[in-house]
């Protein structure tokens, strides 16, 4: 009796998204820390090869759109648990071909697995979720990757300056421990029924445009601090692996004790307020970035400009409300390609820029971040379907 309650209790599609929100930062968290070292010091990359790797890194992000065929075939809480086992043989292999062309072909395979399984939880949260209680919800997921980020942080201080563990290892012991615990949820979880039925097909609505371009600038400002702010770590001063796992720690350890809260505060005052917030605070530290030349100050940036990225949860919010329930999961695939456009351009082009003026990057980052000052703007206070930008309540 006491098992049979506490499986009808804890079997909830919540508790199986926090559960694979859980695990996939745990592995993926693993192979960005130690991308940037790994590259420079195993495979000798310049800013070119990084900004090639990157660029092909987000090509299955801009193909996320294709999610919606193969729901034609698989169900999305299914598709979701295999795109989790399929990022964990990526970053397996990962170690094992420290080549540029290895490197290009493992990071692909990750990133399929990695871009399907963020749109399938995207869109499977906004499903099941109800919308009064989503905003806190997504808090919760960022809290939960949060500690698993953290622990896997942790795990690479302790393997690599403890232990002398090399690269190969590290990511294949996660690459394992990922595929271990997909089995389990895979295993553990009943399937849990739509509840509504989604459409199967591509679709674009002019409502949604704001949602649309908000999402975009959204993914060209996230290339400047996953791929350059990084980089400018390593390459300019000169961080070591525990040096950019310790920021990470930092990062994680504000991510799990605030996001809940903030999640909490975007239901209070609202998608424009906390939107508007974000991007007049990125303006201040992308500009920051270009003038930095202290290495503390450099970390004290790249730990400010990491806590904003919780602040994004409004813009899934928003959309949430103006969406019919039927367009959820094929616009979750369309805004993750969306997402992606900027994505696969941007750490390419930048990354040539790079070579000859570094500070230009962050410059460039800063005009994406008052164009999506400019569009927050046009958030209406209470958005719902009918009123999905102000122009429109107006």
Known sequence: MFIKQFLKRYNQPEHLLLAMAFTMPLVFSVWMVLLNNFVIEKASFTGIEIGILQSLREIPGFLAF???YALLFIKEQRLALISLAITSVGVFLTGFFPSVIGLYLTTMLMSVGFHYFETLSQSLTLQWIDKDKTAHFMGRMLSIKAIASLLAFSSIWVLMTQFSWGYQATYALFGI???VFTLVLALSF???????PQTKKLILKKQYWLFYAL??????????????AGFLMVEKFHYSVADISALFLINYLFNWLFAAKIGLLIGKVGERTVLRFEY??????????????????????????HLFF??????????????QPEDIAAS??????????AAVIIPALLGMLWIIKPTWVFYIGA????????????IPDKPRIGMETRVASS
């Open 66 to 68: 294709t999610v919606i």
């Open 215 to 228: 999402t975009f600038f959204s993914g060209a400002r996230r290339q400047i601090f996953v791929v350059f």
């Open 177 to 179: 421990i990922g595929l």
């Open 280 to 305: 007049i605070g990125l303006v201040i530290i992308f500009i920051s970035y270009g003038l930095v030349e202290n290495s503390t100050m450099a970390a004290a940036l790249y730990v400010i400009d």
């Open 367 to 378: 005009g994406f971040a008052l164009c999506s000052l400019s569009l927050a703007m046009l």
């Open 332 to 341: 979750a695939g369309v805004s993750f390609s969306i997402n992606h456009i």
């Open 310 to 323: 919780a602040l994004a949860i409004a813009i899934k919010t928003y959309f949430q409300k103006i969406a």
């Open 190 to 196: 009943k399937h849990f029924p739509e509840k509504t």
